[in-house]
């Protein structure tokens, strides 16, 4: 079975300072993992991949996020915040036996950006 | 590209009523896939296609809902005889390929059930 655990439902940041949005995942097969932004009333955009190359993935819009695999991360983070990034964040892990590759996704975190 | 659209994108019904939704995904890709999101929480898997074929179905699926993809192009997604627990974001994704492909997203449709 998968699981995707994000702590924290609710973080806030002043402009310019460090994103870090925390994912963690449990998955009996190597895992894919992803990180998707969501601005109200719209679907999912992609902000980057994680599909068992580099370990460091860098995104769109400056998010990167590094595997752990001995710590069962996939941590997001941005060295600087701008107000643009304040939107909700899903992590979600695809991957499985059943060979659909659906995505189980984390709960979410909403990230204020202060000015 | 015009990328996954969705239709309508949002919805207001009575309870008991039947809706349907539609998408259609990036012309191109062959796995299409169908989840929830209710307010505060991530989305959920519902069901998944292969082409025209419907390969999975999530237990959340009550046999109020189907879903068809005819021609394996467009889909449909019906919940019949709605209830106030049926009130939701409903999205659809698309993706290419016989791998773990990212997933792209439609703008979904917003039912509210009264």
């Known amino acids: 079975a998968q699981s995707v655990t994000q702590l924290g439902s609710h973080v806030s940041v002043s402009e310019g300072a460090l994103v870090l949005l925390r994912c963690n995942y449990s998955?009996?097969?190597?895992?894919?993992l992803f990180w998707y932004v969501q601005y109200p009333n719209q679907g999912l955009q992609l902000l980057l991949k994680?599909?068992?190359?580099?370990?460091l993935v860098k995104g769109i819009n400056g998010f990167e996020a590094e595997f752990k695999k001995s710590e069962t991360s996939f941590h997001l983070t941005k060295p600087s915040a701008h107000m643009s990034d304040a939107a909700e964040y899903f992590c979600?892990?695809?991957?499985?036996?059943?060979?659909?590759?659906?995505?189980?996704f984390g709960t979410g975190t909403r990230l204020k950006v202060l000015a | 590209d015009t990328g996954v659209s969705q239709n309508p994108r949002h919805k207001i019904t009575k309870r008991g009523q039947n809706v349907t939704f539609r998408c259609d995904p990036i012309s191109e890709h062959n796995r299409l896939y169908w989840y929830r999101q209710t307010l505060g929480q991530g989305p959920e898997f519902l069901t998944y296609?292969?082409?025209?074929?419907?390969?999975?179905k999530s237990r959340l699926l009550s046999d109020r809902f189907s879903a068809e993809r005819p021609k394996g192009s467009f889909s449909t997604l019906e919940i019949q005889r709605t209830e106030q627990g049926d009130s939701a974001m409903y999205l659809c994704?698309?993706?290419?390929?016989?791998?773990?492909?990212?997933?792209?997203f439609g703008p979904g449709t917003r039912l509210t059930v009264t």
């Open positions: 998955s009996s097969v190597p895992p894919y």
């Open positions: 296609f292969q082409n025209e074929a419907q390969l999975e």
């Open positions: 979600a892990v695809s991957g499985t036996t059943s060979g659909t590759y659906k995505y189980i």
């Open positions: 994704a698309s993706s290419a390929g016989w791998n773990r492909g990212e997933q792209y």
């Open positions: 994680y599909t068992s190359a580099a370990t």
